[in-house]
């Protein structure tokens, strides 16, 4: 009875298990044939597929991981000039300006000759309590040589940054001495200033340079603001020029200092996010000073909001030149390995409504988008304010100004480039890095008798003294380069200026740095004639429709950090 009952069974086991013969003999025989392509077509997700197939049958060992590596930026530069991929052993660099501050060991540096030359101590950091100098040559780290050509800027804050808490010791050679001298440092949170000069222009005029909007810069702008206070200022240049942008939370709230209560500052719209409006509270301490804006071709991102919110509602006027062009705003996504994803997700337009992005072609190279300045300046616009060419739609301010679209804030005073002083001469001994090199050169040279001024002026008094440019001159002689008498004379305050300001930004803060070469720089002097004649206030035309007045009111709410980065260069490096 048990066997037939048993037997009744027996075809449908031999069935299942022709049926798992058979799956199974397909499995092995797709793996090994083109016939498992069918089924990635029909995937949702075609690149996993892909790299799994990479691993899984390519003739030779892969690396994965660094494909995909090498193929994020390419995928995103299909989308537009502006979404990146960041790897994760960049994203601490790329982070650091505009967090405010970083773990390190408290130095400026440069390269000179594949050694670590520090340039500068930051006061109050790890390196100054241990007693490291300025001039000092670094020559090992943790015990392991680093000189050669080991040495670049990466490596090097690669080693000298790191955890706070952590240890790092540190060889140096000081002086003409040959013995080495050993400084173990415990790393700390260094601070990274996004605010470089505040002072006086005039009796009258305060000055603000800002190189990006960071966490910390609305803060940093209420204690500049704050100090320009206690020299009773009553007009505010904010300079822009070289801002490649930041934060976009930080750019609104540090605009609402300056605008009555419901000003639109700016909106945003894409795809995927609702049109979101940004106002003023009316809170701001400073609604009713002067406001001069300077901006040039390196004004970005954030510094367009700011400079195109101050513009269309009429609330001071831009001087310079006409501003980059990105409109694109860009959201910060994290990847577990510590990388990052800076993604468009939007597009911003200033209060009149224009969205100021720049033309660009999806799929085409950064570095041809990037060519637009250089396209610029070979049409003359750097020059002549008859050379722009704004062909995007029309807006208006609030009092009814014509503005335009598709391509940078176009100032309102426009401040030609000056390079009739800029010869073949001047161009050859920069480009070289003769000018950087000497600088450092000589101020290693007289590091003690500098070392005791505080203030520019101290320093153009002792470099006068020196005949500095003659040796200059001279320096670059030593070097090959032919002197050529005629083109020296034509370039001779460049020059100056060039070899001055490079010693004493290696000596000072960038306080008195700027103070220098803001002295002679034309579109600041601009700025200071303008308060003079009291034309920091925009014209309503003759004619004027209530609809070109009309600016749309009301109040939103943002929570999220959108983020429009960009960068700002350095003679040094910070550590």
């Known amino acids: 009875m048990n066997i037939n009952r048993s037997s009744r069974y027996i075809p449908i086991i031999a069935a299942i298990g022709v049926v798992a013969g058979i799956i199974i003999g397909t499995f092995f025989a797709n793996r090994f044939t083109g016939n498992r392509l069918n089924i990635i077509n029909t995937s949702s997700n075609k690149l996993s597929d892909l790299l799994h197939i990479i691993d899984d049958q390519y003739v030779d060992t892969v690396d994965i991981a660094n494909i995909v590596e090498q193929a994020m930026p390419k995928i995103l530069e299909e989308l537009d000039p502006h979404s990146t991929y960041i790897s994760a052993k960049d994203a601490q660099t790329a982070n650091d300006d505009l967090k405010g501050s970083f773990s390190g060991i408290g130095v400026q540096f440069t390269i000179r000759t594949d050694t670590v030359r520090i340039t500068n101590i930051i006061k109050g950091g790890p390196s100054e309590k241990v007693g490291l100098l300025a001039g000092d040559k670094i020559v090992s780290i943790d015990g392991e040589p680093f000189v050669g050509k080991i040495v670049t800027n990466e490596e090097t804050m690669h080693r000298l ?25 415990v790393r700390g949170d260094i601070p990274v200033k996004s605010i470089d000069a505040t002072y006086m222009l005039t009796k009258q005029l305060g000055y603000i340079k800002i190189k990006s909007f960071g966490e910390t810069t609305y803060a940093e702008l209420l204690t500049s603001l704050a100090e320009l206070q206690e020299e009773d200022f009553n007009g505010l240049v904010i300079d822009l020029r070289g801002n490649g942008g930041g934060y976009l939370a930080s750019a609104i709230q540090m605009i609402n200092e300056f605008l009555p209560e419901k000003s639109l500052i700016v909106y945003t719209q894409g795809r995927k996010v609702k049109k979101e409006e940004y106002y003023s509270d009316g809170r701001g301490s400073y609604q009713d000073v002067p406001l001069i804006i300077l901006t040039d071709e390196f004004s970005a991102s954030a510094s367009e909001i700011f400079s195109g919110a101050i513009q269309d509602n009429d609330r001071g006027v831009i001087v310079g030149r006409r501003t980059f062009g990105k409109g694109l705003v860009q959201q910060p996504i994290d990847f577990s390995d510590g990388s990052i994803l800076r993604l468009t997700i939007a597009r911003y ?40 060419h704004q062909t995007g739609e029309e807006y208006h301010t609030r009092i009814g100004r014509v503005v335009y679209g598709g391509g940078g804030i176009m100032p309102d005073y426009f401040v030609a480039e000056d390079t009739t002083q800029y010869t073949s001469y001047y161009n050859e001994v920069y480009n070289k890095g003769l000018i950087a090199q000497f600088c450092f050169e000589f101020v290693d040279n007289n590091r003690k008798a500098l070392s005791n001024m505080n203030q520019a002026d101290d320093i153009v008094r002792f470099l006068h003294k020196q005949s500095t440019m003659d040796k200059f001159i001279k320096y670059c002689d030593d070097k090959g380069i032919k002197r050529r008498n005629n083109m020296i004379l034509k370039s001779q305050h460049a020059l100056e200026r060039a070899v001055y300001s490079g010693i004493i930004y290696y000596i000072l803060d960038m306080n008195e740095y700027m103070k220098y070469l803001n002295r002679d720089d034309a579109t600041v002097l601009k700025a200071i ?47």
């Open 161 to 185: 940054k790191g955890e706070g808490g952590t240890k790092v010791k540190i060889g140096v050679l000081r002086n003409d001495s040959k013995k080495v001298q050993y400084f173990t440092v």
């Open 349 to 388: 337009y200033t209060p009149s409504g224009r969205c100021i992005q720049k033309p660009y072609v999806k799929g085409h190279s950064r570095e041809e988008y990037e060519m637009d300045l250089l396209t610029r300046y070979e049409h003359g616009e750097f020059f002549n304010a008859d050379s722009i």
């Open 529 to 575: 004639e303008i308060f003079k004649a009291k034309k920091y206030k925009p014209v309503a035309p003759e004619s004027k429709s209530k609809k070109q007045r009309k600016v749309a009111q009301g109040l939103s709410t943002h929570s999220e950090f959108l983020n429009c980065a960009g960068s700002t260069h350095k003679y040094t490096t910070l550590a």
